[in-house]
């Protein structure tokens, strides 16, 4: 019954055109009532529920991409890209696949990474001619791909959740091939989709105008090698290091190429604090939906469904991608990790399929629900950034979504995909 | 208020076979036995309904009726949960126990009322040691310079400025990749944690200082408690009290499995004398034992040391 | 009279994201200095992380205050935008008005979180938990005074900006 109330009273309130904030906040108060829970815990959990040290990424590389935009550092950047990637179809569509796989390389935060690419290519691909929504497309997705290529903080999460068995080595290790899978295919739909579309090619300017551009852009590129470089190196964390962005850029904007003036700096300051506010008031009402949910048991409830359907190892790994799918839908990454994972483990390891394996699956699966609405973080950082509605954003997505499933499928039914990197070093 | 619901609501942030997650269960279902099933009580583990700061407040208000946490994110509501939690007060896990089991430990308890909350036992938490990713720490001079991951703790922070470390405040998420890329050179935990963590993978060398002791804490909202009849409080307390040696024997024999396949597996353990970090933390003691109240259970629980039984 | 309340209103929004955009920025210096406390002086400072959350929730409610006004909040304008004028007036009036009550809870409830927290202390800043809350209930005024500007306009029959251009100022 009270779980009727809360979807019902969501659906009703999203249809209406209630802002996504309010719905998940109105849904989750009336939920409270009907299970006779204190509403003041409705508040503590929204305001705990970016009291989150690593969501600071999100504001900070929205804010650094802002100012490299505005300050022309971008420009510059996407002159070399094109030059050097764009003779393909979708060339910046590439790029910014290739830079999120990069990215992810160094940080495990797909809403990071989806905040830091497309506050910098989104603007510069819909110049060039893109269409936002594939801009949008492109972005969402292709940040997932970091939560798969390590270091991955979700993987850490899941390693402590599975109980003791499951080293934190081995599953960075397992994610590397699944990641660069999922990137390569998204790759693909994003040039398929680009040929449907007959986004022009670029034009290779000749070597002279390239090096001319590449030096010019250099400062720029030096942004890349410093946030990476800073990370591994042990100057700063991941989080961190979206701050040093911000700092560098306002150095280089202002000090080097002298084109970030005060009124640049605090309207990209002011765009960027919209723009963080509209996706962490989700997450905050999110947060309180997800405690609601977590509550009412639905997690467990549905997992504990498959023991009843079947037996059948194939069918069982399918059943729970979909639940995964589902639960993914509604909820955040980090607190359904912690609440499948010990329920899925014990029915999965008496079939033979290995921990780190389905931790794997795990990721990309939960990954998916992080651009699937209604409730989908990086989803609505990625369209909150390309000034497009989720909807449209959501109408076209549908060939990225079908490279995310099938890279599941496989990831899911192929184990030495995930296996074949750990068991060769151990 | 609740009132008429039977079933009752408990988190931990703990994973679900682990010591705290089972004497919980263990407790549990002693409630619900001599209650004849009137009174049911659910777990969430794996600190699904949020941190223990935050599920404490939310205990608190009577939106959960059970909570299990570490008395250190006490320490910032009420001040005499403090005493438990200072660096090298107690000789050994004997007398942490002794302790917990008399008057200081019963006053401290006592001590959350105030706050809406009931305390109903103690649980084990074992005692936490340094582990770092540079070598073996016998003496306070070999933490100069080291960068050690703390909690957000005043307590924490001023102890290990106390052995000329410096503290690093790092959400514990990004411990381990912080460990990894050394922005960090160290970190501290019992040893299941530092296992279950998997910290030992990146940080090997742990090093046995047994610098703090804070029990974790069995906690019913007040607001649940007052909904009770006396004859289910009875029952609620003395179930708890049973499940106190219930977690005990968990609690060692985890400590033991941990440590010994820690070693198994290659990490470098090293005993330490622990009187000359415990002389540099008297400064420490008194900058966080100010009221009389205070005073009087550090004394209390001190002339209970290993010296003195 | 609405001309009036715009205008007070309008004033307000700007306040706050100016207001914002100071405390990404100061959040940003936090930052940065955490980072060379620790690897240049050698002396991590305490504070710095929560300094930066607390930043972070105050200006993400200001911000999302402001954002009632200007009407940048993510919605699904479809069901909206298929009906007839009168219809989708309507729904808009009851979005608006979902909107403001939502903005009442957090003034109630928000403010209970407030006053049971003060005495809460915020470890490393030594500050009352309270502090780090307060941005709900005044948010929640804001909000609900914000959506009251809407609810005037939508009923008094002024067309207020198209559904579909409107989100994204
Ligand atoms: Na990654
Ligand atoms: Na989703």
Same mark, same amino acid.
């Given at each position: 019954?009270?779980?009727?109330?809360?979807?019902?009273?969501?659906?009703?309130?999203?249809?209406?055109?209630?802002?996504?904030?309010?719905?998940?906040?109105?849904?989750?108060?009336?939920?409270?009532?009907?299970?006779?829970?204190?509403?003041?815990?409705?508040?503590?959990?929204?305001?705990?529920?970016?009291?989150?040290? +690593?969501?600071?990424?999100?504001?900070?590389?929205?804010?650094?991409?802002?100012?490299?935009?505005?300050?022309?550092?971008?420009?510059?950047?996407?002159?070399?890209?094109?030059?050097?990637?764009?003779?393909?179809?979708?060339?910046?569509?590439?790029?910014?696949?290739?830079?999120?796989?990069?990215?992810?390389?160094?940080?495990?935060?797909?809403?990071?990474?989806?905040?830091?690419?497309?506050?910098?290519?989104?603007?510069?691909?819909?110049?060039?001619?893109?269409?936002?929504?594939?801009?949008?497309?492109?972005?969402?997705?292709?940040?997932?791909?970091?939560?798969?290529?390590?270091?991955?903080?979700?993987?850490?999460?899941?390693?402590?959740?599975?109980?003791?068995?499951?080293?934190?080595?081995?599953?960075?290790?397992?994610?590397?091939?699944?990641?660069?899978?999922?990137?390569?295919?998204?790759?693909?739909?994003?040039?398929?989709?680009?040929?449907?579309?007959?986004?022009?090619?670029?034009?290779?300017?000749?070597?002279?105008?390239?090096?001319?551009?590449?030096?010019?852009?250099?400062?720029?590129?030096?942004?890349?090698?410093? &946030?990476?470089?800073?990370?591994?190196?042990?100057?700063?964390?991941?989080?961190?290091? +979206?701050?040093?962005?911000?700092?560098?850029?306002?150095?280089?904007?202002?000090?080097?190429?002298?084109?970030?003036?005060?009124?640049?700096?605090?309207?990209?300051?002011?765009?960027?604090?919209?723009?963080?506010?509209?996706?962490?008031?989700?997450?905050?009402?999110?947060?309180?939906?997800?405690?609601?949910?977590?509550?009412?048991?639905?997690?467990?409830?549905?997992?504990?469904?498959?023991?009843?359907?079947?037996?059948?190892?194939?069918?069982?790994?399918?059943?729970?991608?979909?639940?995964?799918?589902?639960?993914?839908?509604?909820?955040?990454?980090?607190?359904?990790?912690?609440?499948?994972?010990?329920?899925?483990?014990?029915?999965?390891?008496?079939?033979?399929?290995?921990?780190?394996?389905?931790?794997?699956?795990?990721?990309?699966?939960?990954?998916?629900?992080?651009?699937?609405?209604?409730?989908?973080?990086?989803?609505?950082?990625?369209?909150?950034?390309?000034?497009?509605?989720?909807?449209?954003?959501?109408?076209? &997505?549908?060939?990225?979504?079908?490279?995310?499933?099938?890279?599941?499928?496989?990831?899911?039914?192929?184990?030495?995909?995930?296996?074949?990197?750990?068991?060769?070093?151990? | 208020?609740?009132?008429?619901?039977?079933?009752?609501?408990?988190?931990?942030?703990?994973?679900?076979?682990?010591?705290?997650?089972?004497?919980?269960?263990?407790?549990?279902?002693?409630?619900?036995?001599?209650?004849?099933?009137?009174?049911?009580?659910?777990?969430?583990?794996?600190?699904?309904?949020?941190?223990?700061?935050?599920?404490?407040?939310?205990?608190?208000?009577?939106?959960?009726?059970?909570?299990?946490?570490?008395?250190?994110?006490?320490?910032?509501?009420?001040?005499?949960?403090?005493?438990?939690?200072?660096?090298?007060?107690?000789?050994?896990?004997?007398?942490?126990?002794?302790?917990?089991?008399?008057?200081?430990?019963?006053?401290?308890?006592?001590?959350?009322?105030?706050?809406?909350?009931?305390?109903?036992?103690?649980?084990?938490?074992?005692?936490?040691?340094?582990?770092?990713?540079?070598?073996?720490?016998?003496?306070?001079?070999?933490?100069?310079?080291?960068?050690?991951?703390?909690?957000?703790?005043?307590?924490?922070?001023?102890m290990i400025r106390g052995l000329g470390a410096d503290a690093t405040p790092m959400d514990l998420g990004e411990v381990y990749q912080g460990l990894v890329q050394?922005?960090?050179?160290?970190?501290?935990?019992?040893?299941?944690?530092?296992?279950?963590?998997?910290?030992?993978?990146?940080?090997?060398?742990?090093?046995?200082?047994?610098?703090?002791?804070?029990?974790?804490?069995?906690?019913?909202?007040?607001?649940?408690?007052?909904?009770?009849?006396?004859?289910?409080?009875?029952?609620?307390?003395?179930?708890?009290?049973?499940?106190?040696?219930?977690?005990?024997?968990?609690?060692?024999?985890?400590?033991?499995?941990?440590?010994?396949?820690?070693?198994?597996?290659?990490?470098?353990?090293?005993?330490?004398?622990?009187?000359?970090?415990?002389?540099?933390?008297?400064?420490?003691?008194?900058?966080?034992?100010?009221?009389?109240?205070?005073?009087?259970?550090?004394?209390?629980?001190?002339?209970?040391?290993?010296g003195n039984a | 009279m609405l001309d009036g309340l715009k205008r007070v209103n309008r004033a307000a929004s700007a306040a706050l994201l100016h207001a914002g955009?100071?405390?990404? /920025?100061?959040? @940003?210096?936090?930052?940065?200095?955490?980072?060379?406390?620790?690897?240049?002086?050698?002396?991590?400072?305490?504070?710095?992380?929560?300094?930066?959350?607390?930043?972070? /929730?105050?200006?993400?409610?200001?911000?999302?205050?402001?954002?009632?006004?200007?009407?940048?909040?993510?919605?699904?304008?479809?069901?909206?935008?298929?009906?007839?004028?009168?219809?989708?007036?309507?729904?808009?009036?009851?979005?608006?008005?979902?909107?403001?009550?939502?903005?009442?809870?957090?003034?109630?409830?928000?403010?209970?979180?407030?006053?049971?927290?003060?005495?809460?202390?915020?470890? @490393?800043?030594?500050?009352?938990r309270g502090v780090a809350y307060l941005p709900l209930p005044l948010s929640g005024a804001l909000m609900a005074f914000f959506a009251v500007e809407l609810i005037?306009?939508?009923?008094?029959?002024?067309?207020?900006?198209?559904?579909?251009?409107?989100?994204?100022?």
């Amino acid at each position: 019954m009270e779980l009727a109330v809360l979807f019902l009273t969501l659906v009703v309130l999203l249809l209406i055109g209630v802002p996504v904030a309010f719905a998940l906040l109105g849904a989750t108060i009336a939920a409270f009532l009907a299970i006779d829970l204190p509403l003041v815990v409705v508040f503590q959990r929204m305001a705990a529920g970016i009291s989150v040290f +690593s969501l600071m990424a999100i504001p900070f590389f929205i804010f650094a991409g802002d100012l490299m935009y505005r300050a022309g550092i971008a420009t510059r950047l996407v002159q070399v890209a094109e030059a050097t990637f764009g003779r393909t179809r979708g060339g910046l569509g590439q790029v910014n696949v290739g830079a999120s796989m990069l990215f992810g390389a160094v940080s495990g935060s797909a809403i990071a990474c989806a905040s830091a690419m497309g506050s910098t290519l989104v603007p510069l691909m819909k110049e060039k001619g893109y269409d936002a929504d594939y801009a949008v497309n492109v972005t969402a997705t292709g940040a997932i791909v970091g939560l798969l290529i390590p270091p991955s903080h979700n993987m850490i999460i899941y390693a402590a959740a599975s109980g003791t068995g499951v080293s934190i080595g081995d599953l960075f290790l397992a994610g590397v091939f699944p990641g660069i899978l999922t990137g390569l295919l998204l790759m693909i739909a994003t040039y398929v989709v680009a040929r449907r579309r007959g986004y022009p090619r670029g034009i290779f300017p000749g070597w002279r105008p390239f090096l001319r551009a590449a030096v010019y852009a250099l400062p720029g590129l030096l942004t890349a090698i410093i &946030i990476m470089g800073g990370i591994l190196s042990g100057i700063f964390t991941a989080t961190e290091s +979206s701050a040093i962005a911000v700092i560098y850029t306002i150095l280089v904007g202002a000090l080097v190429y002298r084109t970030l003036g005060l009124a640049e700096f605090m309207a990209a300051a002011i765009q960027s604090v919209k723009t963080t506010a509209m996706v962490l008031l989700i997450i905050a009402s999110a947060t309180g939906f997800g405690f609601a949910l977590a509550i009412l048991e639905v997690p467990a409830e549905l997992a504990n469904l498959i023991g009843i359907i079947t037996d059948n190892p194939i069918l069982i790994l399918l059943l729970i991608n979909v639940i995964l799918l589902l639960l993914g839908t509604f909820m955040d990454m980090a607190p359904l990790i912690v609440i499948t994972t010990p329920i899925f483990l014990p029915i999965l390891m008496p079939l033979g399929i290995d921990p780190v394996h389905f931790g794997i699956i795990l990721m990309l699966n939960l990954g998916i629900g992080l651009v699937t609405p209604p409730v989908g973080s990086v989803l609505f950082v990625s369209s909150a950034i390309g000034k497009i509605p989720v909807e449209r954003t959501v109408k076209t &997505i549908w060939p990225f979504y079908g490279a995310l499933v099938l890279a599941l499928l496989l990831i899911t039914y192929i184990p030495e995909l995930s296996m074949a990197l750990p068991n060769y070093f151990n | 208020g609740r009132g008429g619901r039977s079933t009752l609501f408990g988190t931990d942030t703990h994973p679900a076979e682990y010591p705290t997650v089972r004497a919980f269960r263990y407790f549990g279902d002693l409630v619900e036995q001599r209650s004849g099933g009137r009174l049911r009580v659910k777990i969430f583990p794996g600190g699904q309904l949020g941190a223990e700061r935050d599920t404490l407040e939310i205990t608190s208000f009577g939106g959960l009726d059970f909570n299990r946490v570490n008395l250190a994110p006490l320490n910032s509501i009420e001040p005499l949960t403090t005493i438990f939690s200072l660096p090298f007060l107690f000789d050994s896990e004997a007398h942490l126990r002794r302790v917990l089991d008399g008057k200081p430990g019963e006053r401290v308890l006592a001590s959350l009322a105030p706050h809406d909350m009931i305390g109903l036992c103690f649980y084990d938490s074992g005692a936490r040691s340094f582990y770092n990713t540079r070598g073996p720490i016998e003496r306070p001079s070999d933490m100069r310079g080291m960068k050690i991951r703390v909690q957000n703790s005043d307590l924490y922070v001023a102890m290990i400025r106390g052995l000329g470390a410096d503290a690093t405040p790092m959400d514990l998420g990004e411990v381990y990749q912080g460990l990894v890329q050394g922005v960090i050179d160290g970190a501290e935990n019992n040893w299941p944690s530092y296992e279950s963590g998997r910290h030992y993978e990146v940080a090997p060398y742990y090093s046995l200082t047994r610098h703090v002791m804070a029990p974790e804490v069995l906690l019913m909202s007040k607001v649940s408690w007052d909904n009770l009849s006396a004859a289910d409080r009875e029952i609620v307390m003395e179930s708890a009290r049973e499940s106190v040696p219930y977690m005990r024997g968990l609690w060692d024999a985890r400590v033991a499995a941990a440590q010994e396949a820690l070693v198994a597996d290659g990490v470098r353990v090293n005993e330490v004398d622990s009187e000359p970090f415990r002389r540099r933390m008297h400064p420490v003691w008194e900058s966080f034992v100010t009221s009389d109240a205070q005073k009087e259970i550090m004394r209390a629980a001190l002339a209970m040391g290993d010296g003195n039984a | 009279m609405l001309d009036g309340l715009k205008r007070v209103n309008r004033a307000a929004s700007a306040a706050l994201l100016h207001a914002g955009a100071a405390g990404l /920025i100061v959040m @940003t210096a936090v930052i940065g200095w955490q980072v060379f406390g620790r690897f240049v002086l050698n002396d991590s400072p305490s504070w710095a992380e929560q300094l930066a959350l607390i930043l972070m /929730i105050w200006y993400v409610f200001f911000a999302a205050a402001a954002g009632v006004r200007e009407g940048f909040h993510i919605r699904i304008v479809a069901v909206q935008t298929a009906l007839p004028s009168a219809g989708r007036r309507l729904l808009r009036l009851a979005a608006h008005v979902i909107v403001g009550l939502s903005g009442i809870a957090l003034l109630v409830w928000g403010g209970e979180l407030v006053a049971r927290t003060w005495s809460h202390v915020i470890p @490393t800043l030594g500050l009352p938990r309270g502090v780090a809350y307060l941005p709900l209930p005044l948010s929640g005024a804001l909000m609900a005074f914000f959506a009251v500007e809407l609810i005037l306009e939508d009923g008094m029959g002024e067309d207020s900006a198209d559904v579909e251009d409107g989100q994204w100022s």
